[in-house]
């Protein structure tokens, strides 16, 4: 079993920056891929960035690609998601997720919320205007 808990979240004005971590405990963590998400009131689970484990490859989702950054820190079994120039827009919980098995790399399917093997809790990230 692996356990994923996520921190960082906090309440900031637009044109704010955040930086979010999430971090595994349990078994030998070496996933294939960890991801962010978030999600708003009302909405469905939204794809933000993912990072291959090994290699440290990144993919984000067009609205945050200029202004998010995902990294990880094997060491410390952590993967990070630096936000700036915040927007209105971002505001939801944000969750982590972890998936072992190796999946094609691209936008298409790390965006599916179902191929994720374990999930934090999430932590809430409100961006007021």
């Known amino acids: 079993q692996v356990q994923l808990v996520e921190s960082g979240g906090a309440m900031v004005q637009a044109g704010g920056s955040l930086r979010l971590s999430c971090t595994a405990s349990?078994?030998?963590?070496?996933?294939?891929?960890m991801g962010w998400f978030r999600q708003a009131p009302g909405k469905e689970r939204e794809f933000v960035a993912a990072?291959?484990?090994?290699?440290?490859?990144?993919i984000y989702t067009d609205s945050v690609k200029d202004r998010f950054a995902i990294s990880r820190d094997t060491a410390k079994n952590t993967v990070y998601l630096q936000m700036n120039s915040l927007e209105p827009e971002d505001t939801g919980v944000y969750y982590c997720?972890?998936?072992?098995?190796?999946?094609?790399?691209?936008?298409?399917?790390?965006?599916?919320?179902?191929?994720?093997?374990?999930w934090g809790q999430g932590t809430q990230v409100t961006v007021s205007s």
């Open positions: 349990g078994r030998t963590f070496n996933p294939y891929i």
């Open positions: 990072i291959r484990w090994s290699g440290g490859s990144t």
């Open positions: 997720g972890a998936r072992f098995g190796a999946l094609s790399w691209s936008v298409t399917w790390t965006k599916i919320p179902a191929r994720y093997d374990y």
